[in-house]
């Protein structure tokens, strides 16, 4: 009895359900929480990382199964492993690749201090990043907004909102923010749109970020200390200067060409929702 009262009310929702369920409403009730957990667990320790970044898939959980009443399958236990593994070997691909392509235009000498520390230091604080950034950008507002204004218009809001949020960043300018919103924004959204899995993006997004930390490049602006001192000898447009190598137009350039294929994929499956006519 208790179950089938529950399907009448999702079937019947009230106004105030309708209104939790539009999508705008859903969203920013989900930013709210998942950024808060991220505020509340960014700049600490590497632990405090870790459990925000569980804390923060908790709450995105319940604003989509309470407040959107929808399914999760972005998130689901199934398979998430491999999905992550897939991203983090599309992001060492990625950014090896791209700075393979460079490699001479930059000075690496060895760092001091423990390296058991260093790494898992680095792959602790890139992890909670990884997780509460894309739970935000791909989970809540590239979903949010495909409902709204279908998966074209909500991959280049998303991505065009996501380099501008890094221009608060050490060392940022309007290229660095363009070039974030397309080597960023534009791959990893279609990663998400091709695999419909957070898992992935956050294995793409946590193996770029760790790399870039351990070779002691700055990630976005944030220089730390990792197990190389990474400096750029050669032009600032090739190396990204002291704002990092996503200040780069050689990542800028690869992001695109993973990126295309990704989103035939994503078209060949279904997998993008069209614009809403009115």
């Not at 992890?127 to 950034?133: C, N, Q, S």
């Not at 280049?156 to 919103?181: D, E, M, Q, R, Y």
Request: hydrophobic letters at 55%; glycine letters at 12%; charged letters at 10%.
């Amino acid at each position: 009895m208790h179950t089938m009262s529950v399907a009448r009310t999702d079937q019947q929702p009230g106004r105030a359900g309708r209104v939790l369920r539009f999508p705008l409403v859903w969203m920013l009730v989900g930013i709210v929480g998942v950024g808060g957990v991220a505020a509340l667990s960014s700049g600490g320790s590497p632990v405090l990382a870790v459990v925000g970044a569980v804390a923060a898939v908790a709450v995105y959980w319940v604003v989509m199964r309470y407040v959107a009443r929808r399914s999760t399958p972005e998130i689901a236990r199934a398979r998430a492993g491999i999905q992550a593994l897939l991203g983090i070997g599309l992001g060492v691909v990625f950014i090896t690749t791209s700075m393979l392509m460079v490699i001479s235009e930059f000075s690496f000498t060895r760092a001091s201090g423990s390296v058991m520390a260093t790494v898992a230091s680095i792959a602790a604080v890139q992890l909670g990043a990884a997780v509460t950034e894309e739970l935000l950008f791909r989970g809540l507002l590239l979903q949010g907004l495909e409902r709204m204004c279908g998966s074209w218009a909500a991959l280049a809001i998303s991505a065009v909102l996501f380099g501008a949020i890094h221009l608060a960043n050490p060392g940022a300018t309007l290229w660095t923010g363009f070039a974030i919103a397309v080597e960023a924004g534009v791959l990893m959204g279609a990663t998400f749109l091709w695999l419909r899995s957070i898992w992935a993006v956050v294995g793409l997004h946590f193996a770029w970020n760790t790399i870039e930390g351990l070779l002691g490049v700055p990630v976005s602006g944030h220089a730390s200390p990792g197990l190389l001192i990474t400096e750029p000898t050669g032009p600032e447009l090739l190396t990204g200067g002291q704002f990092g190598f996503e200040g780069s137009i050689v990542p800028v350039v690869v992001s695109l060409l993973l990126a295309l294929p990704m989103l035939i994929a994503a078209h060949k499956r279904g997998n993008l929702v069209p614009m809403r006519r009115r």
